[in-house]
Nanobody, 126 residues
Framework: QVQLAESGGGLVQPGGSLRLSCAAS???????MGWFRQAPGTGRELIAA????????HYGDSVQGRFIGSRDNDKNMIYLQMNSLKPEDTAIYYC????????????????????WGHGAQVTVSS
């Protein structure tokens, strides 16, 4: 049984930083993982898609240069370091995992990910 659990969300002032973690269990070896977010009234937006090794990461346009994704396969963890946060970054952030290992093309849309965490609220406000 696959389980994903996010942690590290909270309230931060504009310009601040926050680090999200996602603990994974039950995953097949070699799957991609990713971070998405969803603000009220919007669809799920890709933040970072991380390939199975962590050696290739694709970022969404809105966070490119500010957010850094990473993974530690020994610990079954992925992380999202969020810097220079803006009020428009306010959303629920979700950890996701693919169900198909060693894909030749990194999945970047929400419907390509079969497993999801419950989400972590991030609020950027002064």
């Amino acid at each position: 049984q696959v389980q994903l659990a996010e942690s590290g969300g909270g309230l931060v002032q504009p310009g601040g930083s926050l680090r999200l973690s996602c603990a994974a269990s039950g995953l097949t070896v070699g799957v991609a993982m990713g971070w998405f977010r969803q603000a009220p009234g919007t669809g799920r937006e890709l933040i970072a898609a991380i390939n199975w090794s962590g050696g290739y990461i694709h970022y969404g346009d809105s966070v490119q240069g500010r957010f850094i994704g990473s993974r530690d396969n020994d610990k079954n963890m992925i992380y999202l370091q969020m810097n220079s946060l803006k009020p428009e970054d306010t959303a629920i952030y979700y950890c996701a995992a693919d169900s198909r290992p060693y894909r030749s093309v990194l999945p970047t849309t929400s419907d390509e990910y079969g497993y999801w965490g419950h989400g972590a609220q991030v609020t950027v406000s002064s």
